[in-house]
C-alpha cells in the first residue's frame, strides 16, 4: 500500500506543476492595433498592512460603465485577490493623451474617506495582460508644519501609463501619478473629480518569455546577494563548528564507552554499570502518550513531506513573481496529497509501540495541525469579515476547500493508516526491556526539558535568522523573494543542525541515566519553531511599520500556525535522528 501512496503522490504533484504552467500561460496573448487589452483593478490597502487589503471599489471611485468581475482560482482568492474592470482603457498600441476617464462629484463622507485612505499611505494595484502595477492614491503634504491639523491631503486624478511592446505582446508597464493634478481633500466640502489617464506604447526589445524577469532580478542585485551569501557562509561555518565539534566529541567519547564497557565485561562481571549502558532495559520503554507522539511524528512527516514538494516546485520555476495564488494552490492541494504519509507512518509507529486503538490516534493526527489551524483561521476570517477585507473568504471557497478536506484528504489519511497498521512492522529495539523501569537520578536544572530545548533551538536558529529577515519581507511586506536555491541550502542545513544538536542533546541525557529521552528529542528538535516566533515578536515591533488589530491578528496568528508546523516538522525530524542513534549505540554493545 505504501509503495502504491507515492507514485500516486508524484503523479498529482507533476499533474498540479503542469496545470499550473498553463494557469501562467493563459496571459500569451498576442493584440492587433486597437484590440482591448485587459486591464483589472485589485486591491486598495495601507502599505504597511499588507493583510489588511480592500475591494479597489470600496472607495468611492467612479467608474466609465458597469464592471465584471474576473473569475479566480483558488489560490487567487485565498491571496485575497478580488479583480474588477478598470475604467482605464488601454487599447493596444493606442496612444491617449489626457483621457477622461470618468467623472465624480464626491460627497463630505466620500472626502473624509479619501483623506482617511490617503493619510494611512494606500496604495492599489493593478494587473494589465497580467502584468502588476502599483501606485499610490494621493499624497500628504508636511512641509514645514508642525500640527498634524495644519496637513495637506490631496488625491491623485491622472495617472500617466507607459507601456512597453515587442511586436503584438505586451510586455512592460508602469503607472505614474501626476503629482500637481490633485484634488485636494482637506476640508470636508464636495468636490467634482475628473479622473484622467494618459497612455504611451514604446518598442522594446525584450522577449515575452523575459518579461517577468525584471521582478525576479530585484531580490537578485549585488547587494541583497552579498547579504545572502554572508547568510549561507555564516550557516555553513555554524554547521561545520557543530558537527565537527560533535562529531568528534561524540566519536571520542562513544569509542571510550565502548572500550570502557568491552573491558568492564571481560575484567569482572558483577561490576556495576555505569553511564547510558546502566539504563540499556529502560532505553527503549515506551514513553508516556504514545499515541499523541505518535500523531505528532507522523504529522511533522507530513509537513516535512509538503516543504520537500513546494521546494522541488519552486526550483523548477513554478512560484515566478506574480503568478498569483500559485503557492497557496499548491499548499492546499499538495497537503491534502500527502495526507496518506501521515497516516500511514502514525498508524505504523503507534502499532509498533503495541498500540491499540488506531482509529483514534488517526482522528489524533488528523486534527493535530488541522485543529489549530481551523480555529485559526475561524477567528481571523470573522476579523476580516468584519472588516470587509479581502483576505475574508468568501463562502463558495470556504465550500471548495472543506469539499478537498473531506473527499481527499480525509479518505487519504484513512489509506495511510490502514495501510500503516497492516504492515506488522514491529519496534527494532537491539536490547530487551526489564519489566520495572529505574528511578532517574537526581538532575541539575540545566538537564531539565525547558533548559536543553532552550540550547536546541538557538544553534539552528542561529543559521537561518539571516535569511528569515528577507522571507518576512517578502511574506509580510512588498518585497520579492525569488532566490529559492539559496532558501533550499539554508533548509538543509537548519536540517542538519537540528538532527545532530538534538542527537548530541539525547547522549548527554543517557550518560546521565535519564532514559526518558523520547518526547525529550521531540521537544527539542521542535524548539527551533518557538525561537522563529520569538523573531515574529521582534520583526513586528522592530522592523516592520504593521499596525491594527486586524493586521496585528492576521501577523501573530497564522505566524503562530507556521511556527506550531515548523515545530512538528522539526521535532519528527531531531526524533527520527535521535531514534536512529539510540539504536546504533545500543546495538554496538553486549548487554544482558
Given amino acids: 500500500m505504501e509503495k502504491k501512496l507515492v507514485p500516486c503522490l508524484v503523479v498529482s504533484i507533476l499533474i498540479f506543476c503542469s496545470v499550473t504552467h498553463v494557469r501562467s500561460d493563459a496571459s500569451d496573448h498576442r493584440y492587433k492595433v486597437g484590440e482591448d487589452v485587459p486591464l483589472y483593478v485589485n486591491k486598495v490597502g495601507p502599505f504597511h498592512n499588507p493583510s489588511e487589503t480592500y475591494r479597489y471599489f470600496d472607495l468611492p471611485f467612479c467608474s466609465s460603465g458597469p464592471t465584471k468581475d474576473k473569475k479566480e482560482a483558488l489560490g487567487e482568492v485565498l491571496n485575497g485577490d ?18 477622461v476617464a470618468c467623472k465624480n462629484t464626491l460627497t463630505k463622507e466620500q472626502v473624509a474617506q479619501f483623506r482617511e485612505a490617503v493619510s494611512k499611505d494606500y496604495y492599489f494595484q493593478m494587473y494589465y495582460d497580467d502584468l502588476p502595477i502599483w501606485g499610490f492614491l494621493g499624497k500628504v503634504d508636511k512641509e514645514r508644519k508642525n500640527d498634524p491639523s495644519e496637513y495637506k491631503y490631496y488625491l491623485f486624478k491622472h495617472l500617466h501609463f507607459t507601456i512597453f511592446y515587442n511586436k503584438d505582446r505586451v510586455i512592460e508597464i508602469s503607472a505614474q501619478s501626476d503629482l500637481n493634478n490633485v484634488v ?39 547587494h541583497h546577494l552579498e547579504i545572502h551569501w554572508f547568510s549561507i557562509i555564516n550557516s555553513c561555518v555554524t554547521v561545520l563548528l557543530l558537527t565537527g565539534f560533535l562529531a568528534t566529541i ?55 513531506t509538503l516543504t520537500i514538494f513546494i521546494f522541488v516546485l519552486a526550483l523548477v520555476g513554478v512560484f515566478y513573481p506574480y503568478n498569483r495564488g500559485a503557492l497557496f494552490t499548491a499548499l492546499v492541494v499538495i497537503y491534502a496529497l500527502t495526507a496518506g504519509i501521515a497516516g500511514y507512518t502514525a ?75 497492516n504492515s506488522k512492522a514491529e519496534f527494532q529495539a537491539p536490547v530487551r526491556t526489564t519489566k520495572y523501569p529505574r528511578e532517574i537520578p537526581q538532575l541539575p536544572w540545566y538537564r531539565k526539558t525547558l533548559p536543553q530545548m532552550a540550547m536546541a533551538g538557538f544553534l539552528p536558529f542561529s543559521a537561518i535568522y539571516i535569511e528569515l529577515y528577507y522571507i518576512f519581507a517578502s511574506v ?79 501577523f501573530f496568528g497564522y505566524m503562530a500556525c507556521v511556527c506550531y508546523g515548523f515545530f512538528l516538522m522539526l521535532g519528527s525530524i531531531g526524533f527520527r535522528a535521535s531514534l536512529f542513534f539510540v539504536r546504533h549505540i545500543y546495538r554496538s554493545i553486549k548487554c544482558e
Fill in 347 to 421: 498508524a505504523s509507529f503507534f502499532c509498533q509501540l503495541e498500540g491499540t486503538n488506531w482509529v483514534r490516534n488517526l482522528l489524533l493526527t488528523g486534527a493535530l495541525f488541522c485543529g489549530p489551524l481551523f480555529l485559526t483561521f475561524c477567528f481571523l476570517n470573522t476579523v476580516a469579515i468584519t472588516y470587509s477585507a479581502t483576505a475574508a473568504l468568501p463562502f463558495g471557497t470556504i465550500v471548495v476547500i472543506f469539499l478537498i478536506w473531506a473527499l481527499v484528504t480525509t479518505p487519504l489519511l484513512v489509506l495511510g493508516g490502514i495501510a500503516g497498521k
Fill in 250 to 304: 561524540l566519536m571520542r567519547v562513544l569509542k571510550n564507552d565502548f572500550v570502557k564497557y568491552a573491558h568492564d565485561e571481560e575484567s569482572a562481571e558483577d561490576q556495576e554499570e555505569t553511564g547510558w549502558k546502566y539504563i540499556h532495559g529502560d532505553v527503549f520503554r515506551y514513553p508516556k502518550y504514545k499515541s499523541l507522539l505518535a500523531a505528532a511524528v507522523g504529522s511533522g512527516t507530513q509537513l516535512f
Fill in 476 to 554: 509580510w511586506g512588498h518585497r520579492i523573494y525569488t532566490i529559492y536555491s539559496i532558501l533550499f541550502i539554508v533548509f538543509i542545513i537548519l536540517l542538519i543542525v537540528t538532527a545532530f544538536i538534538t542527537v548530541a542533546l539525547t547522549y548527554f541525557q543517557l550518560a546521565a541515566e535519564d532514559h526518558e529521552w523520547w518526547w525529550r528529542s521531540f521537544l527539542c528538535g521542535g524548539s527551533t519553531g518557538l525561537f522563529i516566533y520569538g523573531y515574529c515578536l521582534y520583526y513586528y515591533y522592530a522592523r516592520s511599520d504593521m499596525s491594527g488589530f486586524m493586521q496585528t491578528s492576521f
Fill in 82 to 99: 478580488r479583480l474588477v474592470t478598470a475604467p482605464y482603457k488601454l487599447d493596444f498600441l493606442n496612444d491617449k493623451d489626457s483621457e
Fill in 184 to 222: 485636494d481633500l482637506t476640508e470636508d466640502k464636495e468636490v467634482n473629480v475628473e479622473f484622467m489617464y494618459s497612455v504611451k506604447w514604446k518598442e522594446t526589445d525584450i522577449t515575452f518569455e523575459k518579461r517577468m524577469d525584471k521582478y525576479s532580478q530585484s531580490s537578485s542585485l549585488p
